[in-house]
Structure formats: C-alpha cells, structure tokens
C-alpha cells in the first residue's frame, strides 16, 4: 500500500508519542474485547429483558432495525468502549448501576431521534421529555418509553446539574443541525455544528457515571466526539448528499485540505489528553482506544482523496456513484488503511 510518508504527520516541532509501544496498543486491545464480551453479557440479562418489558408495558414494539442499533451499537459501543475507557483512565471499573445508566441511555438515544423523525414531536414537547419527563402527557410508544428512561436518569444520576447541563447542549444542537440542509450554510458554521454534535453527545455518555468531569477532561472529550463525528460524516457522504444535508465531508472541495483538518484536531486532542492528571500509561491507552474508532474517518477520507487525484480536479460529490462515495470497511485495502492509521493517530502530538 501506497501509505503517505511520517513526514507529512511529523513536523519537526510536533514528534511521536515515541514511548507508546506495541504492548500498550496490545493491552488497550485486549481489555476493550473482556468489556465488550462483559457488557453483552449484561445486555443478555438486563436489556434483552427490559426492552421486551417496555414492549409489553406500553403496548408497542421496537422495530428490528432499531433493536440492532440499540443491541450492537449505542447499548453495546456506549458502556464498553467509551465508558469503561472513560473509568479506566479514572483507574476504576464500571459499576453494575453506572452500566445499567449507560445501557439505558444507550436505548435513549435512538429513541430520541424517533421523536424528531417518527413522531414529529415539536420542539416544546421534547424539551418537556428532556428536562420535566414527569409533566409530559405521554400518548405514543416512543414518547413513553423516552418519558419512563429519562426520568429514571434524572433521578438516578450522581451529578444531576451536569447532566441536564449536558442534556440542554445536545437538545440545543440537534435544534441547529436543521440549518445543515441550508444551501447557503457557510463551511465555518457547518464545522461549529459538527465539532459540537459530536463533542456534547460524547460529553453526556460521562454524565451518567459515578465521576464529575473536570473541566480538562471536558475539553478531551468535546474534541474526541467531535472528531468521531467528524469520521462518521465522512462514512455518510452518500446518504447525506440524497438528503440535501452539507457536511464538512459532503461540501468537501479539497480532501488533502480536509486531511490537514482532520490531522490538526488529531493532534490538538491528543495533547488534551496527554495533559490529563491520570497515568501516562493510562492516558496512552486511552488514546488507542479513542483512535481506533476516529481512525475510520481517514480511511474515508483517503478513498476521496484518491478520486480527487484521479479527476485531477476538485471533486463534486453530487456527480459521483453511490460506490464511489461509499467506504466499505470490508475491503482488504481499507482495513488495512484502518489498522495504520489506528496505530499512527496516538502517536501524533
């Protein structure tokens, strides 16, 4: 593979993390998998179980594409990889009630971008859901079931004001994601929504646990979010083009520029991260974790920055086929474009 030289990633001024070795990449790996098979094994015998109780409760059924997003994504992905991460740089476990938080916000969380687009809830009814749960005068199956999981949360977490807080800056900014299908939205403004989506959802994962967030830690993690949901825009590129939807991605006139982007934010959070009160070791760990997921985002990049090459002309995505635009991470060649930036991102400072 035809992989760009360290020197683009590594100015003199700016070098590795040298010290992060193999073994660290090794034992950050090895203790996401025991947290993942630990967690599907509590969704086994508390989620499986309590989505069939919301079922029959409240007279209604999760359609199958959401049980999958709930079962292998947002209530699987949410406790072991970010929060346990988030635990682990604390030098804690997860307990049994913070899990049972995060797996429940886990369900929240599709369950809310159902009140926007199935229900057409309007605004008023899901702040009520979101910050008065108890005064809703619930009438559909999601609206319930968003009413009883948001109620539990409020009453239950240990840092009620932080995660309201938190809980406004997501309801504010999906407020804001409707001026992304606005022709007339400015790349400034897109990257505002973008970087702030992504860092406040990953933000309100940490408010449901035992531990307040500093205001360092904060910072980490608004960039770690954003960065992913920067990778996840550049993964829908297809899909938002058909919906009229620009993203940093999707209005991309330069993919070398948008690496350069990417790049720098990679840098920018790892030294947040490195500057963290917690254990170097600790800290490095997190940074492989973190990075195995945004490394996605070059993956896809890189696929448009060959077509770009190959036009020898900015790209219009508008023009493109639908398998030009989409990233299969099942190809040899973007796995292992994956690994390598997975393995490259940490070091970057």
Not at 136 to 147: G, M, Y
Not at 170 to 194: A, G, H, Y
Not at 232 to 237: G, K, L, Q, S
Request: aromatic content about 12%; proline content about 4%; overall charge positive.
């Amino acid at each position: 593979m035809n992989y760009i030289k360290f020197a683009y990633f590594a100015p003199a001024n700016r070098p590795y993390i040298t010290e992060m070795n193999l073994f660290t990449y090794v034992s950050a790996l090895i203790k996401v998998k025991n947290e993942i098979n630990k967690q599907k094994k509590f969704n086994r015998r508390f989620l499986i179980p309590y989505i069939k109780m919301l079922e029959e409760k409240y007279e209604g059924v999760f359609e199958a594409p959401q049980v999958k997003k709930i079962l292998h994504y947002y209530g699987l992905f949410i406790p072991s990889v970010l929060c346990a991460s988030y635990k682990r740089l604390y030098g804690k476990k997860l307990t049994e009630e913070e899990r049972k938080r995060v797996t429940l916000f886990g369900i929240l969380t599709p369950v809310g971008d159902d009140l926007f687009d199935i229900d057409k809830l309007d605004v008023e009814s899901i702040r009520t859901i979101t910050f008065t749960p108890e005064q809703f005068e619930a009438t559909t199956f999601t609206s319930k079931v968003a009413k009883e999981i948001q109620s539990y949360l409020l009453q239950s977490v240990p840092y009620q004001a932080q995660y309201v807080k938190a809980a406004k800056d997501v309801f504010e900014i999906q407020l804001q994601t409707i001026r992304q299908t606005d022709p007339s939205i400015t790349t400034c403004e897109i990257e505002e929504i973008t970087y702030a989506k992504g860092g406040y959802s990953v933000i309100i994962y940490h408010q449901t646990l035992d531990e307040e967030a500093s205001a360092e830690m904060l910072k980490a993690l608004f960039n770690i979010g954003s960065l992913m949901q920067f990778a996840n825009d550049c993964f829908d590129i297809y899909k938002d083009v058909q919906d009229g939807i620009y993203t940093l991605a999707s209005r991309c006139s330069d993919y070398r520029q948008l690496k350069n982007t990417y790049i720098a934010r990679v840098r920018e959070t790892n030294r947040l991260i490195m500057a963290l009160p917690y254990s170097r070791r600790k800290k490095e760990e997190f940074c492989v974790i973190m990075h195995a997921i945004i490394a996605q985002g070059l993956a896809a990049i890189d696929q448009m920055l060959r077509l770009q090459t190959k036009a020898g002309s900015p790209v219009d995505c508008k023009t493109l086929e639908r398998k030009e635009l989409i990233c299969d991470m099942q190809k040899p060649s973007n796995v292992a474009r994956w690994m390598y930036y997975a393995w490259l991102l940490p070091r970057l400072n």
